[in-house]
């Protein structure tokens, strides 16, 4: 089984503060994707990755960077953290052309609070 | 680019009765489609998916989709609901046949069972 495990599942922080959420996949999988999710408004796409240093801009990534220094590994970065950040995180991964469709696998999730 | 359109936010149940979930999708040519389910406070969890072929698919929980090209649609069905249905469930299009493995969500529907 895929398994994408997600550094914390829940966080709090302080307005301001440098935030680091990390995601491991063990699948050897050549993508990555960091989403947030708010109610009503489903999954937005805030950054993927096709491959080791690679990195492409999704729908919402004002505020964010991300970091993939390893395939297995893709770190979504908050520079500094806002209360309208506040959302609970998910990352996912999916093997690439090998699959037919290409299938995204979800981590449990980071409930981040910024107070 | 692909969207999609989940009609419903909210539907309640009786146990042991039907339940169908509609997902309409955009998109050209022929869409990878997905659907997801989440407990309460869990990551998501692949259902089932569609890319070709019969344009009935059986997922894992008891769960089938249909694929209707006509409509643009790709509903999800059971026969019977159990209480551990209970859930958010997110309908996901992406661009078939191209490099491009980005998904688009629905904003999802809770599906809440009554005893």
């Known amino acids: 089984d895929v398994k994408v495990t997600q550094s914390s599942r829940y966080l709090v922080k302080r307005t301001g503060e440098k935030v680091f959420l990390e995601c491991v996949q063990d699948?050897?999988?050549?993508?990555m994707f960091w989403y947030r999710q708010d109610p009503g408004l489903g999954l937005r796409l805030i950054y993927f990755?096709?491959?080791?240093?690679?990195?492409e801009k999704g729908d919402i990534p004002e505020g964010y960077s991300v970091s993939r220094e390893k395939k297995e590994r893709f770190s979504l970065i908050l520079e500094s953290a806002s209360t309208n950040q506040t959302s609970m995180y998910l990352c996912a991964s999916s093997p690439g052309l090998v699959e037919i469709p290409d299938t995204q696998y979800f981590g449990p999730g980071t409930r981040l609070t910024v107070l | 680019a692909q969207s999609v359109t989940q009609p419903d936010i909210h539907i309640t149940v009786s146990e042991g009765a039907s339940l169908e979930l509609r997902c309409n999708y955009s998109y050209g040519a022929t869409p990878y489609l997905f659907w997801y389910v989440q407990s309460p406070g869990q990551g998501l969890q692949l259902l089932l998916k569609y890319f070709s072929g019969d344009t009935l698919v059986q997922g894992i929980k008891g769960f089938e989709a249909e694929f209707k090209r006509s409509q643009s649609s790709f509903n999800l069905r059971k026969p019977s609901v159990h209480w551990s249905d209970a859930a958010e469930y997110f309908c996901?299009?992406?661009?078939?046949?191209?490099?491009?493995?980005?998904?688009?969500f629905g904003a999802g529907t809770t599906v809440t069972v009554r005893a």
């Open positions: 996901a299009v992406g661009a078939g046949n191209s490099n491009d493995y980005k998904l688009s």
């Open positions: 699948m050897d999988h050549e993508n």
């Open positions: 990755s096709y491959d080791v240093k690679m990195k």
